[in-house]
């Protein structure tokens, strides 16, 4: 009876070994999600404000213009049949 006894009980030890490495292996992988996902909102942010720049450098009379009126602009531009072309047109070089 104590040697069952002693078995269950390093059975039970070595299964909360395995408990513990299998949570700490989750933990690790939740850790590498969300800094993957830090990293492509990191990305976005950058290309955002790299793009906004871009546009004040061009045209410096959006500066200061409210947001609503810099959407409002941004939708006459882009709903031009010349301009939805041309954005069309340099997004197929760009992935050629």
């Keep these: 009876m104590s040697?069952?006894?002693?078995?269950?009980r390093r059975e039970y030890a070595e299964n909360e070994a395995k408990l513990q490495q299998y949570q700490?292996?989750?933990?690790r992988l939740e850790?590498?999600?969300?800094y993957?996902?830090?990293?492509?909102r990191q990305k976005r942010a950058h290309r955002?404000?790299?793009r906004g720049?871009?546009?004040e450098s061009v045209a410096p009379e959006v500066r200061p213009m409210s947001e609503q009126g810099f959407y409002s602009?941004?939708?006459?531009?882009f709903s031009m049949p010349e301009v939805r072309a041309a954005?069309?047109?340099?997004?197929q070089r760009e992935g050629e």
């Design 31 to 34: 850790q590498r999600r969300q």
């Design 3 to 8: 040697k069952e006894l002693d078995e269950l």
């Design 53 to 55: 720049a871009a546009v």
């Design 73 to 77: 602009l941004a939708e006459r531009i």
């Design 36 to 40: 993957y996902e830090k990293g492509e």
């Design 48 to 50: 955002l404000i790299t």
């Design 24 to 27: 700490h292996r989750a933990k």
């Design 87 to 91: 954005v069309r047109d340099a997004a």
